[in-house]
């Protein structure tokens, strides 16, 4: 995304001009556009005439419409974002007041703006949002780490496009390969089948051109992680080798590409162990996603050596923070992205506070994870939210709390 | 009034044997019925024109009326004027009209009887639907042998008469019965041997082709004949009834496709111009003549027909050397049909109207090709065999399934190879063959694992992967084997065989460093695993002894460590076992060792351990539910087969079945149990099932099959009380039940619970640890057929996190 200006004010009101560039851009977005904001961007509208003898037209218009923010809908696989709400400007062809649903595009400019309005309304840029506003401008481009991985197991591929901020699972394949059996050969058959349908697959996907003449163009290839437990892997490896060298000779630029690697299931939930093997962490080392699975799994250690420097759940945490755990010294705030995406003003307002005492006040650190990630998607399992902490809170107060949460 | 309905429309599937009896009980109904039958035929008589009808007729105008006298009467009485015009009018109306009528009904079978009366004839009455024909039928009768003589003279000219004369000498031969009998035959001479007529190019060459084509249903010469037979009863019974015959020209027009029917205009065009009376006679006459040739015709194919109508068809061709037929007794015919309705039952029905009429039977054939094509369904019939009944019948010998569990390379496959060779499972040239192969690779001691290890990858790596079932018997023993893979990376399919499995076969590699590393590794995690899923018995097989020389020390130090292991892990002193051996070598698995270091060990061979296992009972009487195992082409006759074990419950042959989570039937068109084709199987059977009419996406291992009359549910979520392997805190878990395997996560942990009674010790714990039993929920992403009580086994990381029971 491209930061085209920025007129931010010291309140915390402003504008933002931004263009999204990648797909990705549209799910930071997503997560930067909130119910109540302004939101400029061109549009097309149809707009209904009618004449004085009664007869209609309808004509489709280019406009630039300003709308107040009622609604978001985002579509991650094919990284759409649709955003709905009132005509705030008077055009010729509409009124104030009438609703229009935006279809942000890529590479058309859109201008969000925030107010910092009375309770309740509109909290302007906050912290949260300038630093959501920070990843999502490219500073130079050297974030574009991006791998695909397929996780497999006998019969069964996921195949997924791990991104900086989210991973998006594109494809599932998966097949019904006969089990080896006294005297049969239909499991050979079958596994040799499951790869073609699966290679085939991963190759549109990847938009991966397989004629040799493309080979011309030194377009950088996507790691791709071959992920399993047992051989399969390993074999679907060795299929694409023998695909190179005899039948399509193009999949040779993709072999140096390919890591194999190990995974517990062909569930998208070992994706985590995938990210961690050495052979990946060596290329893929400074992504968000990789660090994110670091810390997931550094708060997920300290939880099961019951130390009680580690803690989770809303109420939890916001205890922990009062009592201030979570400060100088390796207090760390993890949260989901998703608590901010909250319609609920207040709820936002919530979050963003303990983020800012945290950091600000406390002198922790604060994580936001992203919701589309696995790790993101662990922490979701915790209630969203999580801390490690600086000394080891007790818990047996909380308790109460635990059983009024359970009363609710 | 509504009891007197439903009895009387259960009266038309009656034997007319009891038609006064009405087969009902109620005798004060019938009291009634019989006083106004008797008034109303009385007043039929009395009025004017005086009519008469039988008490059949009376009885339904009867009913019909509300058992009102007077208006049944006048039904009646206007029924017969009405029939008695219609007798007057041009006749050729009549028979194409009648025609039409009866062609549906026809093919109908005649349930018949020994003897020819009334009541038998009457049987087909549901079809007809018109019983005031039928009646016509009857009363007609008596008039054909004067209307056949009289009416063959103005039809085939002067030539008639000296067959009409011939018809009579041979009824004097055929004695009292004849009365009827020339009357058919005399009329068909005519039209055959008339060279001049119009018919004869028509009816020979109709007749011809039916005797040709003898693809023309035979039975349907069993309506004719037994028609024309059945009316001699009626006939003296009510002499004198004024009535067209359409019940001859009703058989022409069933069995006779095309030709028949201009057969049948024919003639009827030439009388009409003549006087209307001989016309009347005249046309039954052809149409008998049209009877005769279908009984004649397709005759030829049974010699019983032939005996019984040969009569007919003989004198067609105008020989005459048939024999008199006693038409007293029943005709061959029928007591083929009689057998056959008896044996079939309402099915006859359908069967012998197939049989009895050619253009049914054609529109039949065509019918059921159209539904061939269209529907390509199989339909397997099915035994409805009491199943429960049949096992218990059936002396098996006991049978058991274990699982072979260990570390990996602790040589689980050898040992179950040198356990299947020893019994004679395995023939000594495949055991040969596999050593050559297994040499060439430079894998000699991989020899006997390759008996259960058959995938090309599992040789080339010599690990097994997949679980591999085989059998073997001991003399009081079946056995079946399920040999599972050791490696970490397979225990979810190691978990697929333990849940088929009724007691455990525990490997360990005795020999120096790998015991030890066994023990951290998947024996530990084996163990626990089917302990938790329900295995009470476990045998260890030390193995690997003639690495280190038949140590007893180092015997009973492994004896000592693991036995203290799977008490902790819940198995009772007396269900454990240890038998040191060597897989390899074949010592101690089916013969004692001769190895003079191994003399120390007294105790059971591995065989004889196995052997002391009880039988184990099994929930028959419980709903289906069988997870498939494997979903393969079976072959050629078998598309579609899968293969499992019967969790509970039964099934047989013909079954239809439902596989969730897909919601799919299926057929089950065979069943193999145990590799032997069976009509049933039972819960604790490994079975293979044939299935038909369902596509091989909507089966996939880890479904579950069951009866649609009680399935089982798919779920998303459930509680379950587990035993935490592992620390437990929200997490994404892999959910495992036998061969089904599904992402899932922990969304709760609900509370820790004391292990022994099982109270709640801590209420929503933030995490649980190892050894800790713990109530939680777990959530699914998609629908999974799960059903409580079974066992679960949740995995998370590659390694098992806990297991426990659904609740």
């Given at each position: 995304m491209r930061l085209i200006k920025n007129k931010i004010e010291h309140d915390g009101s402003g504008t933002v001009t931004l263009c999204p560039e990648e797909p990705e851009d549209m799910w930071h977005a997503y997560n930067l556009i909130r119910p109540g904001d302004l939101l400029r961007a061109s549009a097309i509208r149809r707009v209904t005439t009618v004449q004085d003898t009664g007869s209609t037209s309808s004509a489709r218009v280019h406009l630039s419409l300003e709308i107040k923010v009622k609604s978001l809908d985002f579509d991650p696989h094919s990284s759409q974002l649709h955003v709905s709400g009132q005509i705030m400007n008077e055009t010729a062809h509409t009124k104030v007041g009438q609703f229009h649903t935006l279809d942000l595009e890529l590479n058309r400019n859109f201008t969000l703006e925030k107010k910092v309005g009375a309770d309740g309304e509109g909290v302007g840029w906050d912290s949260i949002a300038v630093e959501m506003l920070k990843d999502a401008?490219?500073?130079?481009?050297?974030?574009?780490a991006e791998a695909v991985a397929v996780v497999m197991q006998e019969g069964l591929a996921h195949i997924c496009f791990i991104g900086q901020f989210q991973t998006i699972m594109k494809q599932k394949v998966e097949m019904s390969v006969p089990r080896?059996?006294?005297?049969?050969?239909d499991h050979d058959k079958g596994m040799s089948k499951f790869f073609r349908v699966t290679l085939e697959t991963l190759l549109r996907q990847m938009d991966f051109?397989?004629?040799?003449?493309?080979?011309?163009?030194?377009e950088a290839v996507r790691p791709v992680l071959l992920a399993s437990p047992g051989f399969v892997a390993a074999g679907f490896h060795k299929y694409i080798q023998s695909e190179a060298s005899t039948t399509?000779?193009?999949?040779k630029r993709l072999l140096p590409s390919i890591v194999v690697v190990h995974s517990a299931?062909?569930?998208?939930?070992?994706l985590s162990e995938v990210l961690q093997s050495p052979a990946v962490k060596t290329l893929l080392a400074d992504t968000k996603y990789a660090r994110e699975t670091r810390l997931m799994d550094d708060f997920l250690d300290q939880l099961r050596k019951e130390t009680n420097k580690a803690t989770y759940g809303p109420r939890e945490v916001e205890s922990a923070v009062d009592q201030g755990?979570?400060?100088?010294?390796g207090g760390v705030l993890i949260m989901s992205n998703r608590l901010f995406r909250s319609q609920d003003v207040a709820e936002r307002k919530r979050w963003v506070a303990l983020v800012d005492r945290v950091r600000d006040v406390e002198g922790g650190e604060v994580r936001v994870l992203s919701s589309d990630h696995e790790s993101g998607k662990r922490l979701e399992g915790l209630g969203g939210i999580a801390a490690l902490l600086t000394f080891p809170v007790v818990e047996e107060e909380l308790h109460s709390e635990d059983e009024a949460a359970d009363a609710d | 009034m509504s009891r007197h309905r439903v009895k009387n429309v259960g009266y038309d599937d009656d034997?007319?044997?009891?038609d006064d009896g009405?087969?009902?009980?109620d005798p004060e109904e019938q009291e009634t019925l019989q006083q106004c039958t008797a008034a109303v035929l009385e007043q039929l008589r009395a009025g004017e024109p005086s009519v008469t009808a039988t008490k059949e007729e009376i009885q339904e105008a009867l009913w019909h009326y509300y058992n009102d006298v007077e208006k049944s009467a006048n039904y009646l009485r206007g029924k017969k004027e009405k029939e008695i015009k219609k007798q007057k009018a041009p006749t050729m109306q009549k028979a194409k009209g009648q025609a039409g009528l009866p062609v549906p009904g026809?093919?109908?079978?005649?349930?018949?009887?020994?003897h020819f009366s009334a009541a038998d004839f009457f049987r087909d009455c549901p079809w007809l639907n018109v019983p005031a024909h039928r009646k016509a039928d009857i009363l007609v009768e008596p008039l054909y042998p004067r209307i056949g003589l009289l009416g063959g003279a103005p039809e085939a000219g002067g030539k008639v008469s000296k067959l009409a004369a011939l018809a009579a000498a041979r009824k004097k031969k055929e004695g009292e019965k004849a009365a009827a009998t020339p009357e058919a035959p005399s009329t068909p001479r005519p039209d055959s041997s008339?060279?001049?007529?119009?018919?004869p190019p028509g009816t020979p060459l109709s007749l011809s082709e039916r005797l040709a084509a003898s693809?023309?249903?035979?039975?349907s010469d069993t309506n004719g004949s037994l028609r024309r037979l059945g009316k001699l009863e009626p006939s003296v019974s009510t002499p004198?009834?004024?009535?067209?015959?359409?019940g001859p020209s009703k058989p022409a027009p069933l069995p006779i496709p095309e030709p028949v029917k201009s057969e049948e205009d024919e003639p009827k065009d030439e009388p009409e111009p003549q006087q209307p009376t001989p016309n009347i006679r005249a046309s039954p006459s052809t149409f008998a003549s049209a009877i005769v040739g279908n009984a004649a015709g397709p005759?030829?194919?049974?010699p019983s027909h032939l005996n019984s109508n040969g009569v007919d068809l003989l004198q067609i061709y105008g020989q005459d050397h048939a024999e008199p037929f006693d038409f007293a007794a029943p005709s061959p015919d029928d007591v083929v049909l009689n057998a056959q309705n008896t044996a079939k039952g309402l099915k006859s029905k359908q069967a012998a109207s197939k049989a009895a009429s050619g253009q049914k039977g054609q529109a039949d054939v065509a019918g059921g090709m159209k539904d061939l094509s269209v529907e390509e369904k199989v339909t397997v019939k099915s035994k409805n065999l009491d199943v429960l009944a049949e096992y218990n019948k059936s002396r098996r010998k006991k049978s058991a399934n274990f699982v072979v569990i260990g570390h990996?390379?602790?040589g689980k496959s050898t040992l179950m190879g040198r356990l299947l060779a020893d019994q004679g499972a395995i023939d000594q040239r495949t055991l040969d063959k596999y050593r050559k192969e297994a040499e060439r690779i430079g894998?000699?001691?991989?020899a006997l694992a390759w008996v259960l290890d058959q995938g090309s990858e599992e040789r080339a790596r010599g690990v097994t992967i997949d679980i591999a079932t085989n059998k073997f018997e001991t003399e009081n023993t079946a056995f079946t084997i399920v040999d599972a893979p050791g490696h970490r990376d397979f225990v979810p399919n190691m978990i697929a065989g333990a849940s088929q499995a009724d007691f455990a076969v525990l490997v360990i590699d005795s020999s120096v460093g790998k015991f030890e590393s066994g023990l951290k590794g998947q024996t530990k995690e084996h163990a626990l695993l089917v302990r938790s899923m329900g295995v009470q018995k476990i045998i260890v097989?030390?193995?690997?002894m003639d690495t280190v020389q038949w140590d007893k020390e180092r015997f009973e130090e492994i004896e000592q460590q693991i036995s203290s292991f799977l008490t902790t892990a819940g198995f009772q002193a007396k269900n454990i076992s240890f038998v040191p051996c060597s897989g390899v070598l074949g010592d101690n698995i089916t013969r004692r060792s001769?190895?003079?270091?191994?003399?120390?060990y007294t105790g059971r061979t591995l065989i004889e351990e196995l052997e002391t296992s009880e039988p184990y009972t099994h929930a028959?009487?419980?709903?289906l539910r069988m997870t498939i195992g494997d979903v393969f082409r079976g072959g050629v006759q078998n598309p579609i087969s899968i293969s499992g074990r019967l969790d509970s419950g039964s099934l047989q042959m013909g079954d239809q079945i439902l596989t969730l989570p897909s919601g799919e039937t299926a057929l089950i068109r065979s069943v193999d149990v145990d590799g032997e084709p069976s009509d049933w199987a039972v819960a604790g059977q490994n079975v293979v099932l044939n299935l038909a009419?369902?596509?091989?996406?909507?089966?996939?291992?880890?479904d579950v099959i069951c009866r649609a009359s009680a399935p089982i549910k798919t779920i998303t979520s459930f509680t379950a009380k587990v035993l935490a392997f592992e620390h437990l805190m929200p997490m994404q878990v892999d959910v495992h039940r036998g061969r089904l395997h599904v992402p899932g996560r922990?969304?709760?942990?609900v509370a820790s619970l004391d292990?022994?009674?099982?109270?709640?010790?801590?209420?929503?714990?933030?995490i649980v640890g190892p050894g800790t039993v713990a109530r939680v929920v777990v959530e699914m992403d998609q629908a999974v057929p799960l059903e409580a009580p079974t066992r679960i086994v949740l995995r998370a990381g590659g390694a098992t996190v806990a297991a426990g029971l659904l609740e």
């Open positions: 401008v490219d500073e130079g481009g050297k974030r574009r080896k059996r006294q005297g049969g050969g051109n397989t004629s040799i003449t493309s080979g011309s163009n030194n399509t000779p193009g999949l299931s062909g569930y998208l939930n070992s755990a979570v400060g100088r010294g | 034997d007319y044997e009891d009405y087969g009902s009980p026809y093919p109908a079978p005649l349930p018949a009887i020994s008339a060279a001049s007529s119009p018919k693809k023309l249903s035979r039975p004198g009834r004024p009535e067209p015959a359409p005759t030829m194919a049974e990996v390379d602790a894998k000699g001691s991989f097989a030390v193995n690997k001769d190895d003079p270091q191994a003399t120390w028959l009487d419980k709903p009419n369902i596509d091989p996406v909507h089966l996939r291992s880890g922990i969304s709760k942990l292990k022994a009674s099982g109270t709640a010790l801590k209420k929503r714990p933030k």
